[in-house]
C-alpha cells in the first residue's frame, strides 16, 4: 500500500517563494523515485522535478531549472519542491508520484502512485 499527501500550496504573489510537501508512506520498493507534475487549466501535464530517494538525486524540466529544488527528509517520509521566484505561469495543480523504476524522471506514464494535488496560485 503506497500513499502521497500533498500540501503547502496556496495564493502567492509573483516574486514570492513557496515550499511544497509530499508525505510518502507504503513499500519503499515503490517509492524509489518521487516525482513533481504540475497541470495548469488548459495545459498538458508537465514533469518539473524528481528525486531518487535511495541515492539523493536529482532532476529537472528545463523550464524550471534554477528556480525549483526538491529535497527529502528521510526522517519524515517527506518530498519537497521549493519554488522560488514564482510567476503567474507557474499556477497549477501540483501533484507528486512515486515509482519504484521509471524510463524517464519527468514521464507521468511510469508513475503508478499519485497524490490528489495541491493547488498553486500565483498572481
Known amino acids: 500500500h503506497v500513499q502521497l499527501v500533498e500540501s503547502g500550496g496556496g495564493s502567492v504573489q509573483a516574486g514570492g517563494s513557496l515550499t511544497l510537501s509530499c508525505t510518502v508512506s507504503g513499500n519503499s520498493d515503490y517509492t524509489d523515485y518521487v516525482a513533481w507534475f504540475r497541470q495548469a487549466p488548459g495545459k498538458k501535464r508537465e514533469g518539473v522535478a524528481a528525486i531518487r530517494q535511495s541515492a539523493g538525486t536529482t532532476g529537472y524540466a528545463d523550464s524550471v531549472k534554477g528556480r525549483f529544488t526538491v529535497s527529502q527528509d528521510n526522517a519524515k517520509d517527506t518530498v519537497y519542491l521549493q519554488i522560488d521566484s514564482l510567476k503567474p505561469e507557474d499556477t497549477a495543480m501540483y501533484y507528486c508520484?512515486?515509482?519504484?523504476?521509471?524510463?524517464?524522471?519527468?514521464?507521468?506514464?511510469?508513475?503508478?502512485?499519485w497524490g490528489q494535488g495541491t493547488q498553486v496560485t500565483v498572481s
Open positions: 508520484a512515486a515509482a519504484g523504476w521509471v524510463r524517464a524522471w519527468l514521464d507521468q506514464r511510469d508513475y503508478i502512485h
